[in-house]
């Protein structure tokens, strides 16, 4: 598993930015490193990231995949497979 970390300044809240740098690393690693299976990890209440990530085809993981990948208890893992084309 690679981490790779996105963060958010407030003042440029809500003018899609951070959709447009998320949709772009995804293109980024399906299209040149051939990833087919995509997580996230957030805070539980950051409700604008869980929100974004749901809009972009993310789901919630299962209790077992929190547990596996040592999820914090006031995280949430979420969860996106590629379809193959």
Not at 9 to 37: C, D, F, K, N
Not at 45 to 52: A, E, K, T, V
Request: glycine fraction near 8%; charged fraction near 25%.
């Amino acid at each position: 598993m690679r981490v790779i970390e996105a963060g958010s300044l407030t003042p440029y809240w809500g003018r899609g930015l951070a959709r447009q740098a998320v949709e772009a690393m995804i293109a980024e690693l399906v299209g040149h490193y051939r990833v087919r299976s995509l997580s996230s990890v957030l805070k539980r209440g950051n409700f604008r990231s869980m929100r974004l990530l749901e809009c972009l085809g993310f789901s919630p993981a299962s209790s077992e995949q929190h547990v596996k990948h040592r999820v914090e208890p006031d995280e949430l893992m979420m969860l996106r497979e590629i379809e193959r084309i």
